[in-house]
Every structure is written in C-alpha cells, then in structure tokens.
C-alpha cells in the first residue's frame, strides 16, 4: 500500500515569502504524485503532478514541487507567497488499485497555509 | 469544457434515511471516482467506475453504493444513513482507468448533514 505524509498540519508564513509545504511518500514502485489545493467551501484544484518524467515539476500560480527519491520527498515550494494562496494543500499519491488498473488517490492529511501581511 | 458538476450542492437528511447523490464527469471522461471528506477522517476513497463496472473500492460498509450510467454519469447511494455520514462527498472524474495513473479532475462537492 502506497501512504503520503504531510510533516506539517499549519504554515504561516508572511506575504512575500517562500512558502515550504513538507511531502514524505511511500511507495512499492514508482509513484504518481500530486498536490492538490482546496480553498474554503470549493473543491479540489490539481497544483501540479509528478509522473516520472522530470524530477522537478512546475505548477500553476508559481508553485513548484521536487520528487526526491534518495529522500521519498516531494515538497511543494513557492518563492513568494501571496494573501490568495491561503488555502488547504493536499499531497496525493495514486494507486493502482487492486486489479492493478484504475486511479485510487491516497490523501495525506493536509497542510493549512495561512498567509499574513 | 464545462467542468464535473455535482447535485445536489447541499442536502439534510436524518439518521435512517437514504440519499442519492449525483456526479456529471467532464464531456469526454470515463472514469468517475468518490471520496468523502471529513474533518476526523480527511479525505478518503469510496468507489471508482468505469464503463458501469466498479474497478476499486475502498473501504467503507456496504451502506454505501454507486453506479455508472452509459453516459458515464454516476450516482452514489447511502443507506440507513449515520451521523458519522456528515461529509463533503466529492467526484472527480478522468479520461481512462488504465495505463498510468490519470490526473484526476474534481466537482465541488455535495454538502451532506444527517441530523
């Protein structure tokens, strides 16, 4: 069974700077990851994916996130920080399921960015 | 393309009862999953169809069904609802279940209270 874990349940940080969400996976083969953000009352919005191609993968609105296998980490980072990004951050690991087909998302437990002036 | 639509947004119900929640996928997309979201239990995974067959399922009582549709549509059940069945119930749907894992693309959730 494929298991993420994310190593920081709050993050404050101030308007302006970086931003370091912690990722640690774990995995029999090679993982698909994710990063998904959910702001309050909405769904869930992909931020970027890793699928064995590049090792560092760029997403939407500046984020960034780098799949470290020697470490089994895939932390999401963003050099500057903005009041919008205020948001739950998940990262997702994808399963193939039982019949080894099929997509089956393993959350971890989210991480609460908070932003502040 | 117009996005993965849930109905209805919010619902009550009371302890007993049964509800039937819907999913609409993105135009051209074949699999459907669900999870629901709970402030103990995070976000966990229900059930994933494709082509009207059940391909995974997680791990949660038999309370708890869906379907798939030929248009690929689905619909999840719960019955003899709980208290505990208060959750943010998403979809998501994406263009294949084989091959490697698919980005998965989410609705907005339905809103479920059992009272």
């Known amino acids: 069974a494929q298991s993420v874990t994310q190593l920081d349940s709050h993050v404050s940080v101030s308007e302006g700077t970086p931003v370091l969400l912690r990722c640690n996976y774990s995995s029999s083969y090679s993982p698909s990851l994710f990063w998904y953000v959910q702001h309050p009352n909405k769904g869930l919005q992909l931020l970027l994916k890793y699928t064995s191609a590049a090792t560092l993968v760029k997403g939407i609105n500046g984020f960034e996130a780098e799949f470290k296998k020697s470490e089994t980490s895939f932390h999401l980072t963003k050099p500057s920080a903005h009041m919008s990004d205020a948001a739950e951050y998940f990262c997702v690991v994808s399963d193939r399921g039982l019949t080894g087909g099929g997509n089956k998302l393993t959350f971890g437990t989210g991480t609460q960015l908070k932003v502040e002036l | 393309k117009a996005g993965v639509t849930q109905t209805p947004r919010y619902l009550i119900k009371t302890r007993g009862q049964q509800v039937t929640l819907s999913c609409s996928p993105i135009s051209g997309h074949r699999s459907v999953s669900w999870y629901q979201q709970t402030p103990g239990q995070g976000l966990q995974f229900l059930f994933e169809y494709f082509s009207e067959t059940q391909r995974n399922k997680g791990n949660f009582p038999g309370r708890f069904s869906g379907r798939q549709f030929s248009n690929s549509r689905s619909e999840m059940n719960v019955s003899t609802l709980e208290l505990g069945d208060s959750a943010l119930y998403l979809c998501?749907?994406?263009?294949?279940?084989?091959?490697?894992?698919?980005?998965?693309?989410f609705g907005p959730g339905t809103r479920l209270t059992v009272l």
């Open positions: 998501a749907s994406s263009p294949r279940a084989g091959g490697p894992p698919d980005t998965q693309y």
